[in-house]
Structure formats: C-alpha cells, structure tokens
C-alpha cells in the first residue's frame, strides 16, 4: 500500500513576528519545527505501513529549509520525502496551497490514504485537507480519532465531530484529517537518523508538475488578499489574588456575579 503524509514546517514558538507593510509573518531566521498534528498524521501512517506492508512518502510546500521536516520525518519511519520550493509557490493561500500539493500528489504513486494533519499551529484554517481532497475527487473523513482495519478496499474509521464520534467506513483511496487523540507519536530513530543521514529530499519546482495550471499557484493563484496583518493587542487586565482556598473562591465567586456570568 502507497500512504503520502502532508507535512508542513512551522515556526517553534508563538512570538512570531509580523511584517505589516507586506501583510505576512517573518519566517526567516525564525526557529521552526514539524507542525505537531503532522506528527500524528505521519505516525498513523508508519502504523498501517508496519501494520500492512507498503511505503510511506511524505511531501511539503515550503522554502528550502523546509527540507528539515522531510528529513526528521525519515527519521519517524518516512521512506521518501518530496518537497515543493519555488517562488511560484510562495504567497499562497489556502487554495493555492491546497492547489499545489495535489497536483504534487496527481505525479507520485498513486496513493491509498493521504494523510493530513487537523491545522496547522500558524495557518490554522484546517482547510487544506478538504481542500487536496476536493481537488482529487477524493472522499475524505476530519478530526480523524480513531483508525481501525482495512478491509474490502474501505478503511474503517471513527471521527470526532465535536459533540459525538462518528464512526465511519470510507472506500479507499481517500484522505483523512489526523487529530492528536489517534496516537501517541514515536520519537525519531537513531538508526534511521543514521541510515538516512545521505539520503535525498526530492525537490520539485512548479515546472515538474506538468499539466498543473502555473497561474493556480503561489499569490497569482490565491482568491484571498492578506488587507492587514497585526498582532492582537496584549490584554492588560490582569489581576493577581492571594488567599486561602475558601477566600479565592468566593471572590471568583463575586467577580463572575459582577462580570454578569452567574
Ligand atoms: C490570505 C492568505 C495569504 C497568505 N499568504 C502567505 C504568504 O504570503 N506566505 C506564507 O508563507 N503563507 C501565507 N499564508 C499562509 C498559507 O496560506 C498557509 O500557510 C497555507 O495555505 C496552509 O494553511 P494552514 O497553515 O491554515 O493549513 P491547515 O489547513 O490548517 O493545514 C492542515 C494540514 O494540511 C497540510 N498542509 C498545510 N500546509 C502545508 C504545506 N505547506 N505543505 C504540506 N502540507 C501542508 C498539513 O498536513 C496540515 O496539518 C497565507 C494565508 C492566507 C489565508
């Protein structure tokens, strides 16, 4: 069996800084990491591979440095990692972003689950996994909780609406979004940091996705225009209380009543 995992690299902390001439978060020089849920999504992955037998290829859009995230991801088990970098790619918004990943998946192996991580930690919009989908005239299942058997070409499923679990069969090949309560993620392999030290990261730019529609790509291809970006003002209303439990307690008490939540 083929799994692609869609991977994203994001920057490690929240004190991200803001360029709001140009209406994007600086991301240079800023310290960056593999967005968590995407670590759910990729060990999902390596646990039907070991469970089924078959490979699993990550792939990202990103600047070159993304290439770090592919390479931890060999490190959690990934056996080949493509990553999409050119600057027809950059500006994208969620369209354009969901645009360029499933053309990148229409030129690999074709798959039998592509895996997707709920959001992102910096996005945060959830729409991409809907979105590859959509484009592949894929059935996709979000907010996947629980992955069971594969069995007569379906994969058996349950899905965490918000106010109760779905449980799902979905014919295969489809795509999933992965929330953090599927799994508990490995952590990185010594012997695969070794094994893989030298091995490649496919690098694609937009000319090798033949066929694909260049003008769909990067901020040409993005229906959403950033107006203005700014950081939210910081609350100054804090208040520090001291006391014993009981005298906490009711003053919470009394300030809830005030603030009109009782
Ligand atoms: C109007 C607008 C303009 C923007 N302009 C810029 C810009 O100029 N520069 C910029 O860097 N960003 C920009 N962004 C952010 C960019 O659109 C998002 O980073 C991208 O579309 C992914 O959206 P998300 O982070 O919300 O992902 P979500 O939809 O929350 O991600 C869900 C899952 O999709 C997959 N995924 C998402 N993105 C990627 C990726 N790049 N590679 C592989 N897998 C992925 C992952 O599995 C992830 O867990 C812009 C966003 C908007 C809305």
């Known amino acids: 069996m083929h799994f692609i995992v869609c991977i994203k690299q994001v920057p490690e902390g929240t004190e991200v800084e803001i360029d709001e001439e140009k209406g994007i978060l600086k991301r240079e020089g800023v310290d960056s990491k593999l967005n968590v849920y ?8 390596v646990v039907l591979k070991e469970t089924y037998g078959g490979t699993v ?12 995230v592919i390479r931890e991801a060999y490190t959690l088990g990934a056996d080949d990692g493509y990553l999409l970098s050119d600057r ?14 499933s053309e990148a998946i229409r030129h690999l192996p074709p798959a039998d689950v592509i895996f997707c ?14 979105g590859i989908a959509e484009l592949l005239e894929l059935p996709h299942a979000s907010y996947v909780s629980k992955i069971g ?9 349950e899905a965490d609406m918000g106010d109760g679990i779905e449980e799902l069969q979905i014919e295969l090949p489809c795509l999933l979004t992965i929330t953090k309560d ?38 040409d291809g993005s229906p959403t225009q950033v107006e203005r970006i700014f950081p939210p003002p910081k609350a100054q209303t804090k208040e520090l ?22």
């Open 182 to 219: 599927l799994n508990q993620p490995r952590l990185p392999s010594y012997k695969l940091k070794k094994v893989t030290e030298g091995k490649e990261v496919h690098v694609w730019d937009s000319k090798r996705l033949a066929g694909a529609n260049l003008e769909y790509l990067g901020l």
């Open 38 to 45: 995407d670590a759910y999504a990729l060990e999902a992955a």
């Open 241 to 262: 209380w001291e006391g014993n439990p009981q005298e906490l307690s009711q003053r919470f008490y009394a300030k809830l009543k005030e603030l009109k939540h009782l």
């Open 88 to 101: 027809k790619f950059a500006g994208a918004d969620t369209l354009a972003t969901s645009y360029a990943l």
């Open 57 to 68: 290829t990550v792939l990202s859009m990103g600047p070159m440095q993304a290439s770090e």
């Open 117 to 130: 991580g709920m959001q992102t930690t910096d996005g945060d919009t959830a729409q991409v996994g809907p």
């Open 149 to 157: 058997a594969i069995r007569d070409g379906h994969i058996e499923l």
